[in-house]
């Protein structure tokens, strides 16, 4: 007996809190796609303990999602019982892994964000909020470090590895803009001190941005359309693929436990 | 030379006073070595610093030279402080 895909409350911090789980779990099954599989295995370790650290933050946003909307659902089922168009994640996150490089620069595009953003989250009005800030800071700042040397690397590095920097980052670019984007949902809670306001975050991605590209010699895509549409679930078609292999466990035997 | 040469890695661990040898790893440079022995060494909460050391730094002694330099010392007991006995006034050293 297959699940059924479950309905969720529409309700607005309940929804904002939804859509940064999702950007972590998202994020983090993308990276864990690499066990196994990265160019060294130090770095194998590197990529998966990030990726544990995002599924952590999205384990407690999940959890704190289920007390908002008191429904009587768990993380797991927010994480193995939506379709598509019911994540909330940004669209930048569930772009294919494609080669080191890709990963890398979409690791840091996100890290510069999220670094940024949760530590403005710290002193949000919402105590839950702040405390899955405070726990994720030092996670993020990590993260940051990480991609930020390896971009400086690959950026400065050989020919093939500058060239599929910049490719990468001239691919993944358009896909920032949903970042700083405000959902007429999340005005009142950016107002009440609830959601830090992407307008004061962005000094600071720009600010890293400027200073790791320019040491990277990469250059920053002047184009400023952007894509948009994970935080109202019109996602790409990549999204279907990843939710498929993550979840076909939990649906085809619910209640599986090893 | 190869692109990611060996490092080897120490941690001071959290109720240790010196830095302890744990292993080695390949980097490209410095910082990349130190990012990547802290996540091969330190994700169970084992470390309050790490060293790495480029593994060419070191100079090791020659295994065929251990007779030479080892066993000299093996004859020689009184090197021991248990060797000596106390008297009983003296107390606690």
């Known amino acids: 007996m297959a699940t059924t895909s479950i309905a969720v409350v529409d309700d607005r911090l309940f929804a904002a809190v939804l859509a940064r789980a999702d950007d972590a779990l998202i994020l983090g099954h993308r990276l864990s796609e690499w066990c196994g599989h990265a160019p060294m295995l130090e770095e194998d370790l590197a990529l998966a303990n990030i990726a544990l650290d995002l599924i952590g933050q999205a384990r407690l946003l999940y959890e704190y999602a289920a007390t ?124 009440g001190g609830i959601l830090a306001d992407p307008a004061t975050i962005r000094p600071a991605w720009t600010a890293s941005l400027d200073r790791i590209l320019a040491e990277a010699g990469l250059a920053k895509p002047q184009s400023t359309w952007m894509q948009s549409g994970g935080r109202r679930g019109r996602h790409s078609e990549h999204l279907g693929h990843l939710l498929a292999e993550m979840q076909i466990l939990p649906r085809s035997y619910p209640g599986a436990i090893w | 030379m190869t692109l990611t040469p060996l490092w080897e890695v120490f941690v001071r661990s959290r109720n240790g006073l010196a830095h302890k040898h744990v292993g080695s790893l390949h980097a490209a ?65």
């Open chain 1, 68 to 191: 908002i909307e008191n429904a009587g659902h768990t993380e797991d089922d927010y994480a193995y019982r939506r379709d598509p168009h019911q994540f909330r994640n940004i669209l930048l996150v569930e772009q294919p892994n494609g080669d080191f490089a890709h990963t890398i620069i979409r690791q840091y595009l996100y890290s510069a964000f999220a670094h940024a953003f949760w530590q403005a989250m710290t002193s949000s009005a919402d105590a839950a909020l702040a405390a899955i800030a405070a726990k994720s800071v030092p996670e993020s700042a990590y993260h940051l470090r990480h991609a930020a040397e390896w971009t400086i690397r690959l950026g400065d590095g050989t020919e093939e590895s500058h060239r599929r920097a910049q490719d990468a980052l001239d691919a993944l670019f358009p896909y920032t803009g949903e970042m700083f984007a405000i959902p007429e949902t999340e005005t009142d809670l950016i107002v």
């Open chain 2, 29 to 93: 440079d410095a910082t990349l070595a130190l990012a990547a022995a802290r996540d091969l060494f330190t994700r169970r909460n084992e470390a309050m610093s790490v060293w790495v050391v480029p593994s060419n730094a070191i100079t090791a002694s020659d295994p065929d030279d251990a007779a030479m330099l080892f066993e000299p010392a093996e004859s020689k007991i009184y090197r021991h402080p248990s060797f000596y006995e106390v008297p009983d006034d003296v107390g606690h050293m």
